[in-house]
C-alpha cells in the first residue's frame, strides 16, 4: 500500500497538470469565441438600431433600390420576373427580396415586406464577421488578425447602413466574403468540395453584380500561381505543376458557369442575343461617356426600345464617340481617382448640400467613428499590400488583381459610394493583417522604403482632396444651429427657428435642407413670398414638397396638386409621415382626400387615385388625420367621413378614436360612397386641432384575385373629412 500511495499521487498530479493545460489552451480559444460572439450580436444590434431611425423605404423610390422592389414584389406576387426598366439587371437580389416579400404576403402583412428583407439582410450580417474571422484568421495565420477583420464587418458604418437599404451591395460582400474563404480553405486543406463551393460562390455573386463573372480569371490565375509556387525549380516540375492546376480550374469555372448559364440561357431566349448576366456594362458606358447632362434623355431613348436592343444601341454610341475621341475615358479619370480617397461620411455629413432622407444626423457618432476606422485600415491595408507576402505570393497577387480591377471600373463608369465597398473589403482584410504582423526592428529597405511612399501619397490625395479642419469646424457650427432651430420649430416658437436656420446658413450658405425649414419657419409666420424664394428647385425631394405645399397655401393649387402628387412617389420615404411631422398647414373645416393637396394633413394611406366619384386614398391599415383649426372646437362637433369598404364582404369594421376621447366602431360598407357621422366627444380636443386616429382589418387585392398584382394591405377607402361646429 505505501507504494501505490505515491505512484496514486503522482498520477493525479499529472491529470492536474494534464487539465491545466488544457484550460490554458482552451482560454485564449474561449476568449476569442466570446469576442467574436460579442461582435456579431453588436453587428445585429447596430443595424437593428439603424433600421428603426431610417426613414427611406423602397417603395417610395424611383431609384435602384425602387426598382428592385417592384420586380422582387412583382416575382413575389405573380411569379413573374420582367426587365421593365430601361436596363436588364442581374436579378439574384431581386429573388432573395422577392422570398421575404412572399413571405410577408403568406403571412397577410404585406407592408411588413421590406421589414423582413431588412431583417434577412441582417441574418447575413451577423454570419459575415463569422467567415470573415476565419478567412483573416487562416490567411494571415493569426487569430487576433481575424477579430480585427470581423469588427470591421460588424461595425463599420457603411456596412451596417447596406444592412437597412435594397440594393445589391450587401448580399454581393457576403457572396464575395464566402467566396474567398472558402478559396483559403482549398489552399489549406486542397480539398476541390471548398474549391467547387467557391465557385458557386461567385457565380452566385456574378448574378448579383456582373463584374465578379469576369473576374473569374483571376481564379485561374491564382491556381496557376499557387502551382508554379509550390513546385521545384526545374522547368520539368513547374510545368507538371502547371497542368496539375488544370483540372482544379475546370472545378472552379465549371461550378461558377452552373450558376450563371440558366440565368444566360433564359435572356438568350427571351431576347435572341447572348447576355450573360445584365447590359449594364454596355449602358452606362454609354450614359458615362457622353454629356452628363443627356442622360435623362438618353434614358429616355433607351425605354421607347424594344429591351432586346438597348444594350446593342448603346454599344454603337460609345463605339461612336471613342472612334471620335479614343482619350475620352482617361480624361476625367484622374479627378474620379482622387474622389474614391476620401472620408465619406464627414463628405456625406458636412460638405453634400442635403441629407437626401438618409438619418445622418442620428447615425452621426456611428458613421463619424467609421471614417476613423475606414482611416485606420486603409492605412494598414495598403501598408500591408507593399509589405512582405505572408500570406503567399499567389494570394497577393490575387488580391491585388481584384483591387486593380474594382479601381478600374469605377474608374471608367461612374462612382458611387457603395461601388467601392468591396475595395475597402479587400484593403482592410489586409489592414488587419498588418496589423498583427511581427515587427523585428524597423530596417531602411526598398520595401520600407515603399510602403512608405504609398501610405504619404495615400494622405497626400486624403488631405489635398478637402480642407478638412475648416469643413468640419463649419459643419458643427451648421449642425449646432440646425438642432436648435429643429427644437425651435417643434416648440412653434418660429421666430426663434428663424435665427437658428439662418445661423446654419452662414456657416454653410448652399446647405439645402436649411433652406427648406427656413422656408417651413416662414410660412408658419405667413411670410409665404420670402420662403417661396429660399427654395431652390430640384434641389431635394423635401426641397420640392415644401415647395409644393407653398403654392398650395397660397393658392396655387393646380400646380401644388401636380407637383406633390408627382413628390409623394419619387420620395424614397414615407413622406406622408414626414409632411404631417414638419408642414404645418392652413386650418381647414373640409378636407378632400386624394386631390394632391391633403400632403401634411395624413398619414398611413396609399397614395392618391382617382374614381367615378372624384380623389381618394385608401387606408392601409392605420393612419391618422390631423385638421387644424383657427380657433378652438365646440365640444359638440361633428366629424364626417365620406368612405366605402374594402374587399368583398359586406361592411369593413372601422375604429376611429377622435382626440384623446374613447374609440368608436363604424361598420363601413362597400360598393357605394356614404357619410358617416361621429360626435367628438366633449373635451377631447385639447389644442386648436384635431387628431382622427382610424384603424381597419387589411385585405391584400393579389391574395384574392390571381389577376391582380396589386400587393399592398387596404382597408378601406376615404374620399373626403369634415368638420361641422
Known amino acids: 500500500m505505501s507504494g501505490t500511495q505515491p505512484q496514486a499521487q503522482r498520477f493525479n498530479l499529472r491529470v492536474w497538470m494534464s487539465s491545466t ?3 490554458a489552451r482552451a482560454s485564449p480559444l474561449a476568449t476569442t469565441c466570446a469576442l467574436l460572439a460579442l461582435l456579431a450580436l453588436a453587428g445585429v444590434v447596430l443595424r437593428l438600431w439603424f433600421i428603426s431611425v431610417s426613414p427611406l423605404d423602397p417603395r417610395y ?3 435602384d433600390d425602387g426598382d428592385y422592389y417592384r420586380r422582387a414584389l412583382r416575382f413575389a406576387v405573380t411569379g413573374a420576373y420582367v426587365d421593365d426598366a430601361w436596363l436588364i439587371r442581374p436579378p439574384l437580389h431581386v429573388f432573395f427580396f422577392a422570398l421575404w416579400l412572399r413571405l410577408a404576403l403568406i403571412l397577410g402583412i404585406p407592408q411588413q415586406g421590406v421589414l423582413f428583407v431588412q431583417l434577412a439582410q441582417t441574418a447575413l450580417a451577423a454570419l459575415m464577421p463569422l467567415i470573415g474571422y476565419d478567412l483573416a484568421r487562416r490567411l494571415f495565420g493569426s487569430a487576433r488578425a481575424g477579430l480585427l477583420f470581423a469588427g470591421f464587418l460588424a461595425l463599420w458604418h457603411p456596412l451596417v447602413e447596406q444592412t437597412t437599404v435594397l440594393f445589391s451591395e450587401h448580399l454581393y460582400l457576403f457572396l464575395f466574403v464566402l467566396h474567398l474563404w472558402l478559396l483559403v480553405r482549398y489552399d489549406q486543406e486542397g480539398r476541390l468540395r471548398d474549391l467547387a463551393l467557391a465557385g458557386v460562390a461567385l457565380g452566385a455573386a456574378a448574378l448579383t453584380r456582373s463584374p465578379a463573372l469576369y473576374a473569374g480569371m483571376f481564379v485561374v490565375g491564382w491556381l ?20 496539375a492546376a488544370i483540372a482544379p480550374a475546370i472545378v472552379v469555372i465549371a461550378a461558377c458557369l452552373a450558376i450563371v448559364a440558366p440565368w444566360t440561357m433564359r435572356n438568350y431566349l427571351m431576347y435572341g442575343h447572348l447576355i450573360p448576366v445584365d447590359t449594364l456594362g454596355q449602358i452606362n458606358l454609354w450614359l458615362d461617356l457622353d454629356d452628363v447632362a443627356r442622360r435623362n434623355e438618353h434614358i429616355e431613348t433607351l425605354r421607347r426600345m424594344p429591351q432586346s436592343e438597348r444594350h446593342i444601341y448603346a454599344l454603337e454610341r460609345a463605339r461612336e464617340i471613342l472612334a471620335a475621341d479614343p482619350l475620352r475615358p482617361f480624361r476625367p479619370m484622374w479627378d474620379t481617382f482622387r474622389h474614391i480617397w476620401k472620408a465619406q461620411f464627414i463628405e456625406d455629413y458636412f460638405v453634400k448640400q442635403s441629407f437626401f432622407t438618409r438619418p445622418l444626423r442620428e447615425t452621426a457618432p456611428l458613421g463619424l467613428a467609421g471614417d476613423l476606422i475606414w482611416l485606420t485600415f486603409t492605412t494598414a491595408g495598403l501598408a500591408g499590400l507593399a509589405g512582405q507576402a505572408r500570406e503567399g505570393v499567389h494570394f497577393r497577387l490575387f488580391f491585388l488583381a481584384w483591387i486593380g480591377y474594382s479601381l478600374l471600373t469605377v474608374l471608367i463608369f461612374h462612382v458611387e459610394p457603395r461601388y467601392l465597398l468591396p475595395l475597402w473589403v479587400m484593403i482592410a482584410l489586409y489592414g488587419a493583417g498588418m496589423a498583427t504582423a511581427r515587427w523585428n526592428g524597423a530596417r531602411a529597405t526598398p520595401r520600407l522604403a515603399l510602403q512608405a511612399a504609398i501610405v504619404a501619397t495615400f494622405f497626400g490625395l486624403l488631405l489635398t482632396y478637402r480642407d478638412y479642419p475648416a469643413i468640419i469646424s463649419s459643419g458643427v457650427a451648421r449642425e449646432r444651429a440646425m438642432i436648435a432651430g429643429l427644437s425651435a420649430y417643434q416648440a412653434h416658437d418660429y421666430l426663434a427657428a428663424e435665427q437658428a436656420f439662418r445661423a446654419a446658413l452662414a456657416a454653410q450658405p448652399r446647405f439645402v435642407d436649411a433652406q427648406v425649414h427656413l422656408a417651413l419657419a416662414l410660412a408658419a409666420q405667413q411670410r ?31 400646380q401644388a396638386a401636380n407637383l406633390l402628387t408627382y413628390i409623394e412617389t419619387i420620395a424614397g420615404e414615407d413622406i406622408q409621415r414626414w409632411a404631417l411631422t414638419w408642414l404645418h398647414p392652413p386650418p381647414v373645416a373640409i378636407l378632400s382626400v386624394g386631390n394632391g393637396l391633403d400632403m401634411g394633413y395624413l398619414t398611413g394611406f396609399s397614395p392618391a387615385e382617382n374614381g367615378v366619384a372624384g380623389g381618394f386614398r385608401w387606408l392601409e391599415g392605420q393612419g391618422m388625420i390631423v385638421l387644424p383649426f383657427a380657433e378652438s372646437l365646440d365640444d359638440d362637433a361633428v366629424v364626417i367621413l365620406s368612405m366605402t369598404g374594402g374587399e368583398a364582404a359586406t361592411t369593413t369594421p372601422l375604429t376611429v378614436r377622435i382626440g384623446n376621447g374613447p374609440e368608436q366602431r363604424v361598420g363601413v360598407v362597400r360598393g357605394q360612397w356614404r357619410r358617416y357621422h361621429l360626435l367628438a ?17 387589411t385585405f391584400v387585392p393579389a391574395l384574392r384575385d390571381p389577376a391582380s398584382d396589386d400587393a399592398r394591405a387596404l382597408s378601406l377607402r376615404l374620399a373626403r373629412v369634415q368638420v361641422r361646429r
Do not use: C
Request: a positive charge.
Open 681 to 697: 366627444p366633449a373635451g377631447s380636443v385639447k389644442e386648436q386641432r384635431l387628431v382622427i386616429a382610424l384603424r381597419a382589418p
Open 61 to 63: 423610390s424611383n431609384a
Open 21 to 23: 493545460m488544457s484550460e
Open 224 to 243: 496557376a500561381v499557387r502551382a508554379l509556387t509550390v513546385a521545384q525549380p526545374d522547368v520539368a516540375s513547374r510545368w507538371e505543376a502547371v497542368k
Open 528 to 558: 409665404y413670398d420670402e420662403a417661396l424664394a429660399l427654395i431652390r428647385r430640384n434641389s431635394s425631394r423635401h426641397a420640392e414638397l415644401v415647395f409644393g405645399a407653398l403654392l398650395r397655401d397660397t393658392g396655387k393649387t393646380a
